[in-house]
Every structure is written in C-alpha cells, then in structure tokens.
DNA sequence: GGCGTATATTGATGATCGTCAATGTTCCGG
DNA sequence: CCGGAACATTGACGATCATCAATATACGCC
C-alpha cells in the first residue's frame, strides 16, 4: 500500500482569517476555498456568451456608456433579460450602472478587466 | 414614438466564415454571437471553485504537475468528479494531460492563462 | 393628475451543472 | 494469469441558470 502524496498536511486551506480578506501578497500556496469562491464569481459572470457580447458592445461604444434599449435588440433577447444580465455583471463589479431619468448607462469599471486578468496572472 | 437606437444594422454578428476562425485582429466591432460563445466556454471552465483550487495546485507544485491522486484529497471530493474537473479544464485548453503508466499527469498549458487574459485586454 | 416610456422585479419552466456511487478500463507486480 | 491500484465513464439527483411573460416602479410630458 504505497499511498505516495505531498498535500498531506491538510493544506492551509480556510481563509487567512485575518482583517483584510484580499488576495495573500505571499507566493503562491495554492488558493483557500473561500478565496476561490469569490473569484469563481467573477469568473462565472463572463461564463455566458451574451454577457461577453454585452461588455464587448459597452465597451465599444464611443461614448463609453449605452443604456439598455440599445443593447436589447442586437443580442435578440428581451429586455428583462438583458436587465439580468446586466445585473449579473454589476454584482461582478464590472459594470458600472448610473440611472439619469429614465434611462440607466451602463460602463465598464475602469480597472475591473485588469483586475480579472490579474487574477489569472496570480493564479 | 421614439426609438432612438445605434446599432440599428443587426450587427456584424454571425462569425467571419473565413477560414480561420479565430479573433479578428482588426479594431473591436463587439463580438459576434459564435465568437462569444466560444470564448464564454473558456470562462466557463473557471467558474468554479474547485477547478480555480485545481489550476492554482497544479501551478504550485514545483514539478509542474500534478497526478489525480494527490489533487482529490485536500479539495474533499472524490476522485470521479476531480477527474471530471480536469476534464473540463483538458477540453477548455487550460490543462494538458499526460498519462505515463497507471498515472496521469496534469500540466498547465504553457501560454494558456495569459491567452485568456488577452481576451480580455481585447473584449 | 394621467399616460407613455425605460427599466427592474417576480414567477415559472426547461436546460445545464456539480456531485456521488457504481462500474469500466488500463496498467503493474506477483 | 490474477489481484490491486489509478483513473475514466456512466447514471442519477438536487441545485443553479438562462430565458420569457407578466407585473411593478419610476420618470418625463401633456
């Protein structure tokens, strides 16, 4: 019965436990489950193609910002939907919502992709 | 009536049908409905927990890879679904799987995460 | 004040996902 | 050839998700 593992130590797995929850500036212990929770959320909110095609059209308009009814007919989807989805990426902290009357605009959180790709970066 | 819409041209949408598929090099014309769902699928095998732990294990070991063996314990879940995860991450580009003997070894694909990361830079 | 418009919220439904137990497959050592 | 070990595959089940229709809210205008 050889049972040949490293890891058995239990891994410093739960979170650092400390003040300040954000990401270990150490090298790289390999991710806790609760930091991996909070990125997996990040990553979830650009798991689906109309999101992606959402922050694309956002973020390619000129003026920086669209509001709803500019989105809804290009994805082909009704406007509940969009409004959800639009959520979804607001929770993620990479959208920016600002309502001026009747209208909400939606931009892009200016370092919010950085962000994401950072986290790849430190993974 | 109102309706005051850009995007009016129902969108550049479906894929290049050029032979090549991949990401057009030209400016940001927001991505068409195949293009992001392509690219959703990639994010898609990162939003989960427990495949973040995988990446982020299989990176830390100083050999460069891991076998299942030692990845299945210190997340808690059974072997069947650690190897479906690996799975996901293998079919999504990140993982590369080398079986030698009764063992299979993962790796990280060498320009993998910053491959995604570019898609970000270029959403 | 009341109507139309832009957006958000709710409830429901079908699809996908994460997980496990059980089983299959491939390899190694005796 | 046989038993065991490492891993993959299958089938099932509960949970989450994406979408829509219907409804609610909030604002601007006559």
Redesign the interface.
């Given at each position: 019965m050889f049972r040949?593992?490293?890891?058995?130590t239990?891994?410093p797995?739960l979170a650092p436990a400390n003040g300040q929850d954000c990401c270990e500036p150490t090298g790289?212990?390999?991710?806790g489950?609760e930091e991996?929770?909070r990125?997996?959320m990040v990553?979830?909110a650009?798991?689906?193609?109309?999101?992606?095609?959402l922050?694309?059209?956002v973020?390619?308009e000129s003026s920086g910002e669209s509001c709803v009814?500019?989105?809804t007919?290009?994805l082909g989807l009704g406007q509940p939907t969009v409004s959800h989805h639009l959520k979804i990426l607001v929770d993620a902290g990479l959208l920016h919502r600002e309502k001026r009357g009747t209208w909400a605009y939606y931009s892009l959180v200016p370092g919010a992709?950085?962000g994401?790709?950072g986290i790849?970066?430190k993974?």
């Open positions: 040949h593992n490293r890891y058995m239990a891994l797995t790289q212990p390999a991710l489950a991996a929770k990125k997996a990553f979830k650009l798991a689906d193609p109309n999101r992606l095609r922050l694309s059209m973020k390619a009814c500019d989105l007919e290009p992709l950085d994401v790709a790849l970066a993974l």
